[in-house]
């Protein structure tokens, strides 16, 4: 049965095991030479204890002929990829050893064809640990997307201020210690983790399509693997950012219910409000804070210049809008900015058109 050359597993070909799986090495793992096959020694009953799809095929190898190698059966494993069948394997035998680095842009690339054995043996412990390794390196609320914007800021300090004092083969670069969106999208798509989707759109929104993986701007900017979306993600993409990166509040949105004035008819006065000392702050801060947007090109995210409203009132730039919100519209902007921020946040999966459900996020 075996006539291409074959390998041994290292770790995964034990002395004593009843049965040797075989399964072909990839010939992007291995591109010069012929096909090869490695071999994996393994023990039938942890297999059968943990899928009966594994079951199924040693009572079905044991009906038919049996061919073997070093003394016990051999089953070749049909369209698996030996790589993945490893991981499989140590998982089973070794489930702690199983372990991802948090961030790592690589994990849902490197999890991908396991999953997806995971799938073909019914082993859903293994699926579900390998998803949740991918999913939970992304926010799926709001205050899990601020801490995760945050901690990409200080992933950027500190490479920053490091950088210098290390030899150059020694350099960190940002795209190794963030997670990367495009792959992650295509992830989610195909094994249905949506809930991650909005924070993984809007990271990518804030990539320009120019930072590609492969791109110099790897060592400084936030990357994307743009080249594995397909058309229907490129198409959701575009829609979304179009319409999130358009998002400007009104000026009357950040008052308070006192400042909001209202016609006889009892319809937003917004003439009023224009002319109202804090209808013209507001205006005011919203073009300042906005304007950063224009500047460099640089895309901000929206929820992140929504913050920024906040922050003006305390920070001193505060000092170069003339006027001021009064007391009511002072203590009431941080309530209205937070469920402006929310309410974005909610929408995101309309703007990028998916299939959401929206309790996830919240
Ligand atoms: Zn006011």
Known sequence: MVNVPTERHLKLYFPNGDVVLSASIDSDAAPAGPPRCQL?????????????????MFEDATAGPNESYDGVPIVKMEGDNAEDLAQLLNYLYNPTEMTFKRFDPNTPLVV?????????????????????????????????????????????????????????????????????????????????????????????MLISPNNYWESEWRDVELVARWSLLDKDALRRYMMGADRVLAYHPLPHQLLS???????????????????????????????????????????????????KCIEYGQSPERHSIPGSFCVRCDITIFRRISSMREHLWANLPDYFQLQVDVSELR
């Open 257 to 307: 219910d006192e400042c909001t004035l209202l016609t006889e008819e009892g319809v937003l006065d917004i003439e009023a409000i224009e002319q109202s000392p804090c209808g013209i702050f507001s205006k005011l801060l919203l073009d300042k804070v906005w304007a950063r947007r224009r500047h460099d090109g640089t895309k901000i995210d929206p929820l992140n210049l929504l913050e």
């Open 112 to 204: 991908s064809g396991v999953i997806r054995l995971a799938d073909k043996y019914c082993i859903e412990s293994l699926r579900e640990h390998l998803i949740k390794a991918v999913v939970s390196d992304w926010p799926t609320t709001l205050d899990e997307w601020d801490a995760f914007q945050a901690e990409i800021e200080a992933v950027k300090k500190r490479i920053r201020l490091t950088w210098h004092r290390k030899p150059p083969s020694e350099w960190e670069y940002l795209c190794d210690h963030v997670p990367e969106p495009a792959s992650v999208i295509v992830f989610a798509q195909e094994f249905g983790c949506h809930q991650i989707l909005p924070a993984a759109f809007s990271q990518l």
């Open 40 to 56: 994996f020694r393994v023990h039938k009953f942890l297999l059968m204890h943990h899928s009966t799809a594994f079951t199924n």
